[in-house]
């Protein structure tokens, strides 16, 4: 397996991926010096962190910030410069908290005060993150993404999987990566420590010239996903890795073209790395300046057109599968009464010589929806430029349900006389023949008789007694409405076997009369 990557890896000309650019991958844990702090105070931050959780139970992440970065901070936020030596905690709380933000920080401040330790408190929403994002402050979403979790619901352990992830990818591709950018569910807030997380890698390719794009693309997408299960590990976390990987020239051309999905990417998408090329695309679209090509426009007017035709189809696909859920089911309780399979013209024809005239089961305004669908099928085949509105597709789903329940309920009959009929053809059968051995006398008696003179003298054996009485009870039982159809079918197959007896035995006493 690493042989075939190495393969993979080299097998790309004209890119140097041999060079390593970056050789500092950040670690997923925080460093020495933030346990060993935190360690010193652990008491104390369980307690602080205890209180904001309980308190604040809406925190999306509570982090102590790596201590190599807090100077950033502090010149970022304008922090007293005496907090350099503190130790930052970083709070990340959902949007819509946001006005909550003043009155939270006192009463975390005085918890603080009450420990008497030396901890600055920052509180933010994940649209600040993504706001220095976008003025390409990376260095400060870097660290908080590797900062000490003390509390995370998810948000954190996204950052820092996606973080490490592009700083493998940079490791490998420094040269050639053009913008590496998360989108979807992570960006409104929504991550769980399961959730999906959507990135995109845009790969500049202009470099490449001995390779069709489609095998670069699906090259580097092989490579770059090498990455993802190493980045999981680093980051301690469940949630998967959905990488799309973009050509810079595929990307430019969707651009030019006003392609909806790469206008809504750049619209919606945050970058967590960027070449100065995502970012002016981003405010461009934002002052309206990316405007579609005539010939863009057309094909999008284009596209309209083919999207009423697909939905004049489907409507009339809809009235064909109609058709279908009432004729097939129709079909077969013809067939379940006993006729071989009508046609598609005789089945409303049947339907309603045997089920309204003869049996009576049915409505004449019960089945006219399958005439119905009979004559808007026949027009259908007929007419090349047949038309159905939506509003006649509900109409007909509502009549084809109710036609459907009809039926479900007509099948019971149907299956209720059925089994009536082989109930009483079976007990008629076994009597009939019971009466050949015996003489016409009443149930009980021939059931006793039978016994005595037939069971006991070793002439049919007790199955044959017991399968007797089960035609019996069958019977009874059916007449109570106890009786299901695997019963009755259970009770034809053992009746079977004393009907065959009987005949037999009665064929042996003729033939012995006879001699």
Known sequence: MKTKNKQQEQGIPEMDLDRKYSKKIPNAESSEKIKKDVEKTKKEL???????????????SLSVLPP??????????????????HMHLYMIIPEEKVKEIPKMTQEIVKQIEFLKQKIWVQIK?????????????????????????????????????????????????????????????????????VSDIDVTIVI????????SRVELRERLRSIIYQYVAEATVLAGVKNELHIQTYLLTEFWDSVKDASPVIFTFIRDGIPVYDKQTFLPWKALLKMGKLRPSPESIDLFMKTAERAKEMANKRLVEAMVDIYYGVLNPSQALVMLYGLPPPTHKETSGLMEDIFVKKERM????????????????KEYERDTKFKISGKEIDELVKKTDAYLKVL??????????????????????????????????????MISEFEKDFVKKGKFTAQHLRILKDVVK????FKKGKLNSHKVEEARKNAGIL??????YNQRCELAKKK
């Not at 190599?68 to 350099?84: G, L, M, N, S």
């Not at 019971?434 to 009980?444: D, F, N, P, S, T």
């Not at 069958?474 to 039982?477: I, K, P």
């Open 408 to 445: 479900k309920e007509l099948r019971k009959q149907i299956e209720k006389r059925f089994q009536e009929k082989t109930i009483e053809q079976i007990y008629e059968d076994v009597f009939g023949l019971l009466k050949a051995a015996i003489g016409k006398k009443a149930q009980a008696v």
């Open 68 to 85: 190599q970065a807090v100077k950033r901070f502090v010149e970022e936020e304008e922090i007293p410069k005496e907090t350099e030596k």
């Open 125 to 193: 929403t994940p649209v600040d993150i993504w706001e220095m994002c976008l003025d390409s402050k990376f260095d400060l979403t870097g660290a908080i993404a590797m900062s000490f979790p003390l509390s995370d619901k998810g948000f954190l352990g996204g950052l820092r999987m996606i973080e490490i992830h592009k700083s493998l990818v940079l490791q490998k591709f420094e040269k050639y990566v053009v913008s590496y950018i998360f989108t979807g569910s992570f960006i409104r807030g929504e991550a769980t420590p």
């Open 474 to 477: 069958a019977r009874a039982d």
């Open 204 to 211: 500049n390719d202009t470099d490449v010239k001995r390779m």
């Open 46 to 60: 369980e307690k602080l962190k205890s209180f904001i959780v309980k308190k604040y139970n809406f925190t999306k």
């Open 499 to 504: 009907i065959n007896d009987l005949i037999e």
């Open 362 to 377: 049915l409505k004449k305004s019960e089945i006219f929806i399958l005439e119905k669908m009979f004559k808007l099928f």
